[in-house]
C-alpha cells in the first residue's frame, strides 16, 4: 500500500509539472510581436478573441486590477539588454534605503 501511494504521488507530481511548463510557454508564444505592448506599458490579452479586437495599451496597474478571469496580462519590453549600460541609471528605492552611506 505505501508503494502504491508513493507511486502514484510521483506521477501526479510529474503530470502537474509538465501542464505548469506546457502553459509557461503557451502564454509567451501565443502573441505576435507586432501585438506585445510598447516598453513601460501592458496589454490585457482576452482567450478566444482575434488579435485585432484585443483591448489597447495602457499601464500596467491598470491592466493587472482589470483583467478579468478569462484573460492574461502581456508586460511590454521592460528589461534592459545585456550588453547597454547605462551611468544615469538610478537604484530602485530600497537599493538607496540601504546603500545610502550616511549616518
Same mark, same amino acid.
Given at each position: 500500500?505505501k508503494l502504491r501511494t508513493t507511486l502514484m504521488t510521483i506521477v501526479c507530481t510529474a503530470g502537474l509539472a509538465?501542464?505548469?511548463?506546457?502553459?509557461?510557454?503557451?502564454?509567451?508564444?501565443?502573441?505576435?510581436? &507586432?501585438?506585445?505592448?510598447?516598453?513601460g506599458m501592458c496589454r490585457i490579452w482576452l482567450d478566444?478573441?482575434?488579435?485585432?479586437?484585443?483591448?489597447?495599451?495602457?499601464?500596467?496597474?491598470?491592466?493587472?486590477?482589470?483583467?478579468?478571469?478569462?484573460?492574461?496580462?502581456? /508586460?511590454?519590453?521592460?528589461?534592459? &539588454?545585456?550588453?547597454?549600460?547605462?551611468?544615469?541609471? &538610478?537604484?530602485? /528605492? /530600497?537599493?538607496? /534605503?540601504?546603500?545610502?552611506?550616511?549616518?
Amino acid at each position: 500500500m505505501k508503494l502504491r501511494t508513493t507511486l502514484m504521488t510521483i506521477v501526479c507530481t510529474a503530470g502537474l509539472a509538465s501542464m505548469a511548463q506546457a502553459q509557461k510557454s503557451q502564454a509567451s508564444d501565443t502573441v505576435a510581436k &507586432e501585438y506585445r505592448p510598447p516598453k513601460g506599458m501592458c496589454r490585457i490579452w482576452l482567450d478566444r478573441v482575434p488579435p485585432k479586437q484585443q483591448p489597447a495599451p495602457t499601464d500596467c496597474p491598470t491592466a493587472v486590477r482589470n483583467k478579468p478571469s478569462n484573460a492574461k496580462v502581456i /508586460f511590454g519590453d521592460d528589461y534592459k &539588454e545585456k550588453g547597454d549600460k547605462d551611468p544615469k541609471r &538610478e537604484l530602485p /528605492f /530600497f537599493k538607496k /534605503f540601504i546603500d545610502s552611506g550616511k549616518p
